[in-house]
């Protein structure tokens, strides 16, 4: 049987033909795919790119609004989003403190004034994807520490006496408050030397009338009422309010009211004839006050001879009586002699005997245990530590 070279050779190209065409249709599909895969690829980065320019240009505008200078913003940018928050924090915390944002930074290629062009020559003038850029700054480690509040505090400039007394005095009352001992002792002469300053000052500035602040007055007159009302015995809430029972105890308070507005009054004189005018007159309302509870106080015990329900386990009253129940007062140098001897305490009342221009009377004394004058008995110089309360008539 003979072979048909030719239909077998017809054949075979046929087969190469078909070969070749799905070869080229393969490799078309593949050109294609890998086209599109690029195009996809070069879309999300052109998407990637131009969310980058978006936050790198809003972290610009952040960076340069908290007072950084165009280079500077830059260089800060190329430490990425976190070297934008930790220089964004140091700029808002030295704006708090009054501090130039820009000086956290130095660098010898930038000039110190933000709009300067100089500034953007200087910095393309370095290769930005080298070293030198990122050594071109230096971090003012002084200016951080006090950003942060480390290392030596600056003073504090004041632009007048009487705002450096108020302030100082603030910042003294502050570090007793949190037992700063070293900074009290610090403050202390510092209070001092503004004292000799306001001394020397001119009589113009020594008719200022207000040498506190009004923060500081009103800790004067907390710590003061505090302190008065602790050494009589009574408890007290942060504010210096009595919070312990004080029925019965109506004298008593009203002392420590006045102990209270003596410390107040001796606070408010700051240097010899220099008074801080608005915490005086404080002290003397507070006086008044209590002056005229002690004498409701005075009258109240004398009525009842002591004996009211609230008061006579107390024991106020110390006037004798007579079996008819009439009262047996002592010369008043008698009674100012045995105060000055111990013999009473603070709430203590009695009727004493004292000439009033000229006239015999009997009057109601309150001790209070606080000196108002001193008095001449036979040589001996003694303290008057009673509050008058008036006259009494027998029905006060």
Do not use: C
Request: charged share 30%.
């Amino acid at each position: 049987m003979a072979f048909n070279f030719g239909a077998f050779l017809g054949g075979m190209s046929e087969g190469i033909v078909d070969t070749i065409e799905a070869k080229e249709k393969e490799l078309s599909t593949i050109k294609i795919m890998d086209a599109e895969a690029a195009t996809r690829e070069r879309l999300a980065k052109n998407s990637e790119r131009r969310e980058d320019n978006k936050r790198n240009t809003e972290n610009i505008g952040i960076l340069k609004s908290l007072g950084y200078s165009d280079a500077q913003a830059s260089w800060i940018l190329k430490g990425g989003s976190s070297s934008v928050a930790l220089y964004s924090d140091f700029a808002t915390k030295a704006m708090a403190k009054n501090i130039d944002p820009q000086t956290i930074l130095g660098s010898s290629l930038i000039n110190s004034d933000q709009q300067d062009p100089r500034n953007e020559s200087s910095l393309l003038s370095v290769d930005r994807e080298g070293t030198e850029i990122e050594s071109s700054y230096g971090i003012k480690t002084d200016v951080i520490s006090e950003i942060l509040g480390e290392g030596k505090k600056k003073p504090k400039e004041y632009t007048s006496l009487q705002a450096g007394h108020a302030g100082t005095f603030s910042l003294l009352q502050a570090a007793k408050a949190d037992g700063d001992t070293a900074e009290v002792n610090r403050l202390t002469g510092v209070l001092s030397d503004w004292k000799k300053q306001i001394d020397k000052a001119s009589p113009e500035v020594k008719s200022e009338t207000q040498w506190f602040s009004k923060e500081s007055r009103g800790r004067i007159i907390k710590d003061a009422l505090t302190l008065a009302r602790q050494d009589l015995d009574f408890t007290v809430d942060i504010d210096g309010n009595i919070t312990s029972k004080i029925e019965g105890r109506k004298g008593p308070a009203a002392i420590a009211k006045l102990n209270a507005a003596a410390s107040i009054a001796a606070d408010a004189e700051v240097e010899k004839g220099v008074i801080d005018e608005q915490l005086l007159g404080k002290a003397q309302r507070l006086k008044d006050t209590a002056l005229n509870a002690l004498t409701s106080f005075g009258r109240s015990v004398t009525n009842s001879a002591g004996q009211a329900d609230e008061i006579k386990s107390f024991s106020y009253f110390k006037t004798q009586k007579n079996a008819d129940g009439t009262m047996l007062p002592k010369n008043f140098i008698d009674e100012i002699r045995s105060s000055n001897s111990g013999s009473y305490k603070a709430g203590d009342v009695v009727l004493v005997k004292q000439k009033v221009n000229g006239i015999d009377t009997v009057r109601i004394k309150v001790f209070t245990g606080i000196p108002t004058q001193k008095v001449d008995d036979q040589g001996t110089s003694l303290l008057v530590m009673f509050h008058d309360a008036g006259e009494y008539s027998g029905r006060t």
